[in-house]
């Protein structure tokens, strides 16, 4: 993981990928994924990778997301930075989630941001900013 400040806004990086958060945010890393959210925090914003012996395809993002798809949410096709797939919202047991179904070559990454419905919204510009500047970092996976 590597840290730098740059202005408003820092570059943080796990082994696989990147991206730059805006100077209030902060960022932890835990067992399986990476936890991101602002100061003071609406919602957490976390990231996870998964990887293929092959290139990951438009269909296994889909199998990953096949129960919420399978119930009815409607994906919409995004380009993030280095990565594509496509992006999913829904509100379940009173929590407003936003899930992001990425890939790169081999490298899949699940995306999801959650906070309290009555905050729905209030950091969609700040997530779409940060999602924008993914990388994919050029590492050995295997």
Request: hydrophobic share 40%; proline share 4%; with cysteine.
């Amino acid at each position: 993981m590597h840290n730098k400040a740059r202005g408003r806004e820092w570059h943080f990086s796990d082994r696989t990928w990147s991206l730059r958060l805006p100077h209030a945010w902060q960022a932890q890393r835990d067992p399986e994924c990476v936890t991101m959210f602002a100061d003071p925090a609406l919602g957490a914003l976390q990231k996870s990778a998964a990887f293929k012996d092959s290139e990951v395809s438009d269909a296994d993002l889909r199998d990953l997301a096949v129960e919420r798809l399978d119930a009815g949410v409607a994906p919409r096709p995004v380009h993030l930075g280095d990565f594509v797939g496509f992006s999913i919202a829904f509100t379940t047991d009173n929590v407003s989630w936003r899930q992001w179904y990425l890939r790169n070559r081999r490298q899949a990454l699940f995306v999801t941001y959650n906070c309290c419905p009555e905050d729905q919204g209030l950091e969609d510009d700040a997530l779409n900013r940060i999602l924008s500047t993914l990388s994919a970092v050029c590492e050995d996976i295997s």
